[in-house]
């Protein structure tokens, strides 16, 4: 659209031509993001997401691993000579920023093959449609997540059913299961069900190599029991033993860095601030997701508890 008005305006440079293409240099205002929820516009929209957008310059990882996202929502993107991953998209609104980062780093978005996803609340996944268009990627998923990705609502046995907001639509999402991999080059990526927060909720795993030193990189899903009024994660038929083994698989998986959608849940920019001052990779931190792991299971265990004696839950 944008280029067949710029062509159509270096067509007749007179007067009024030269005009239009120099206004054909200013990339038009994103239209603002309507956010809704099972379809029906949300009154007051999203409140945290002001705060959620705040830009950061991209961060190494390890290797051709980066840190992309905003300074409170994680997307890192993997690269390598046969194409890039991304994992979570963040925010439709961020997704100019997110490009920019992406480019920043060298990476032609249009290299992008497949984009990834920690789960699908908006927050990690609204973005996902729009990468998806800028890029040509393909988006994979593992089952729940998958269909959630193509609906664009959330299902109704979401923790967040009613409260959290839809996301755009993505079309062909490809199914992976439970211990899955991707391969993108010699980029091997892991799909471990890690659910609670959502059902879907999924845990990558990779290698990334640096000077023939090799690290196992994890990013964790959030493990946080949160949800709508008259959720009960104890009414969940199997839920309890499900999130029990992701606990197990983020405790036993090889792990030495480890990376949280929000990176606050992860200590991030504590460990990227201590990297700066000691000139270490101090980014490193083996027994990261055994800690993780164990503030997961006493979350969950505290609100099973508080359901089971029926007390308040928030
Ligand atoms: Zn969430």
Redesign the pocket.
Same mark, same amino acid.
């Given at each position: 659209m944008r280029l067949a008005a710029l062509a159509l305006s270096l067509s007749g440079l007179t007067g009024a031509g030269r005009v239009h293409a120099q206004r054909a240099q200013t990339p038009p205002a994103p239209a603002p993001v309507v956010y809704t929820i099972g379809g029906r516009p949300a009154p007051g929209g999203c409140e945290s997401c002001a705060e959620w957008s705040v830009p950061h310059a991209p961060v190494r990882v390890h290797g051709t691993s980066w840190y992309v996202g905003t300074r409170d929502l994680a997307s890192i993107l993997i690269m390598t000579p046969a194409g890039h991953v991304l994992i979570d998209a963040g925010l439709e609104a961020t997704v100019p920023q997110l490009l920019a980062n992406i480019k920043a780093v060298g990476a032609n978005v249009r290299d992008i093959r497949w984009v990834l996803n920690s #789960?699908v #609340?908006y927050? #990690?996944a609204q973005g996902t449609a729009a990468v998806v268009a800028a890029s040509g990627a393909r988006v994979a998923a593992l089952p729940w997540s998958a269909r959630a990705l193509e609906a664009g609502v959330m299902p109704a046995d979401d923790p967040?059913f009613g409260m959290a907001f839809d996301n755009p639509r993505v079309r062909a999402v490809r199914v992976l299961q439970d211990g899955d991999t991707l391969r993108v080059g010699g980029l091997v990526l892991r799909a471990h069900a890690t659910p609670g #927060?959502?059902p879907g909720s999924t845990t990558w795993t990779w290698q990334s190599c640096e000077g023939g030193r090799c690290v196992d990189v994890v990013y964790a899903d959030?493990q946080t029991p949160?949800s709508a009024d008259g959720f009960r994660f104890t009414a969940q038929r199997g839920l309890a033993e499900a999130v029990e083994r992701g606990h197990r698989t983020l405790e036993t998986l090889p792990c030495r860095l480890l990376i949280t959608p929000h990176p606050g849940a992860s200590r991030f920019w504590e460990r990227v601030a201590q990297g700066t001052r000691a000139g270490a990779d101090s980014l490193l931190d083996v027994t990261g997701c055994a800690r993780y792991a164990g503030r997961a299971r006493a979350a969950y265990q505290a609100r099973y508890a508080k359901e089971r004696a029926g007390s308040p839950l928030r």
């Amino acid at each position: 659209m944008r280029l067949a008005a710029l062509a159509l305006s270096l067509s007749g440079l007179t007067g009024a031509g030269r005009v239009h293409a120099q206004r054909a240099q200013t990339p038009p205002a994103p239209a603002p993001v309507v956010y809704t929820i099972g379809g029906r516009p949300a009154p007051g929209g999203c409140e945290s997401c002001a705060e959620w957008s705040v830009p950061h310059a991209p961060v190494r990882v390890h290797g051709t691993s980066w840190y992309v996202g905003t300074r409170d929502l994680a997307s890192i993107l993997i690269m390598t000579p046969a194409g890039h991953v991304l994992i979570d998209a963040g925010l439709e609104a961020t997704v100019p920023q997110l490009l920019a980062n992406i480019k920043a780093v060298g990476a032609n978005v249009r290299d992008i093959r497949w984009v990834l996803n920690s #789960h699908v #609340h908006y927050d #990690h996944a609204q973005g996902t449609a729009a990468v998806v268009a800028a890029s040509g990627a393909r988006v994979a998923a593992l089952p729940w997540s998958a269909r959630a990705l193509e609906a664009g609502v959330m299902p109704a046995d979401d923790p967040q059913f009613g409260m959290a907001f839809d996301n755009p639509r993505v079309r062909a999402v490809r199914v992976l299961q439970d211990g899955d991999t991707l391969r993108v080059g010699g980029l091997v990526l892991r799909a471990h069900a890690t659910p609670g #927060h959502t059902p879907g909720s999924t845990t990558w795993t990779w290698q990334s190599c640096e000077g023939g030193r090799c690290v196992d990189v994890v990013y964790a899903d959030s493990q946080t029991p949160i949800s709508a009024d008259g959720f009960r994660f104890t009414a969940q038929r199997g839920l309890a033993e499900a999130v029990e083994r992701g606990h197990r698989t983020l405790e036993t998986l090889p792990c030495r860095l480890l990376i949280t959608p929000h990176p606050g849940a992860s200590r991030f920019w504590e460990r990227v601030a201590q990297g700066t001052r000691a000139g270490a990779d101090s980014l490193l931190d083996v027994t990261g997701c055994a800690r993780y792991a164990g503030r997961a299971r006493a979350a969950y265990q505290a609100r099973y508890a508080k359901e089971r004696a029926g007390s308040p839950l928030r």
